[in-house]
């Protein structure tokens, strides 16, 4: 079966330009998390989506981040106005609620902003 | 600040030799840890994982020990293959109702033959 998808897997972009990151989980997954990891870094948490709604964005590092997800499927993280500590690799996890270990982790997205 | 911390980078192990990981943390509220594994242009994998009542879990060639009055834990691999070389990341789990996890900055695990 299809695991967790993330597109592109690769972004460079300019100071200053937005950018978007999709996440395609597995199917059926109602949980869904971005992650970060920067040069150097653990995976920093952003967000968590549980079905559309995102009961902890605690994570989101300034108001230039946000999330959605539609269908509760899909999920889109939108950085505004992009900075050079943006640079990081983002990744996207999808799972089942209650089943916190079974986070199934997509490959990334390396965002380098210049 | 760091709640999770794998102070040492890289590990590098012969074949067949153990390979120990370490973990520490600072949040006595913790109540799972896990263990993922990453390979290159990958995401992370779940490996094996410890509820904070227990002091130990073996799954196969991994083990993980959990000393709670220290706040730490480490994971034993043994024998080391060369399909082991990867980053391993210690994470650990709030009990709240988002199951976010906090993940250490990992270890680069070498196993050479």
């Known amino acids: 079966g299809a695991g967790v998808s993330q597109s592109p897997s690769n972004k460079v972009t300019e100071k200053g330009k937005d950018v978007e990151l999709r996440c395609d989980p597995i199917?059926?997954?109602?949980?869904l998390y971005w992650y970060r990891q920067s040069l150097g870094q653990g995976l920093e948490f952003l967000i968590y989506?549980?079905?559309?709604?995102?009961?902890?964005k605690s994570g989101l590092p300034s108001d230039r981040f946000s999330a959605e997800r539609t269908g509760g499927s899909v999920s889109t993280l939108t950085i505004q106005r992009t900075q050079q500590e943006d640079s990081a690799v983002y990744l996207c996890?999808?799972?089942?609620?209650?089943?916190?270990?079974?986070?199934?982790f997509g490959p990334g997205t390396r965002l380098t902003v210049t | 600040d760091q709640q999770v911390k794998q102070n040492s980078p890289s590990l590098s192990v012969q074949e067949g030799r153990i390979s120990i990981l370490n973990c520490d943390y600072t949040?006595?509220?913790?109540?799972?840890f896990l263990w993922y594994k990453k390979y290159p242009a990958e995401g992370p994998t779940f490996l094996i994982s410890?509820?904070?009542?227990?002091d130990k879990n073996e799954d196969g060639r991994f083990t993980v020990f959990l000393n709670k009055s220290a706040k730490h834990l480490s994971l034993h691999i043994v024998p080391s293959q060369p399909g082991d070389s990867a980053v391993y990341f210690c994470?650990?789990?709030?009990?709240?109702?988002?199951?976010?996890?906090?993940f250490g900055t990992g270890t680069r695990l070498q196993v050479f033959p």
């Open positions: 996890a999808s799972g089942s609620i209650g089943s916190f270990y079974e986070q199934y």
């Open positions: 410890i509820s904070s009542i227990k």
């Open positions: 994470a650990a789990r709030l009990p709240n109702n988002t199951d976010k996890l906090i």
């Open positions: 949040n006595s509220m913790f109540d799972y």
């Open positions: 989506f549980q079905g559309n709604s995102a009961p902890d």
């Open positions: 199917s059926g997954h109602t949980a």
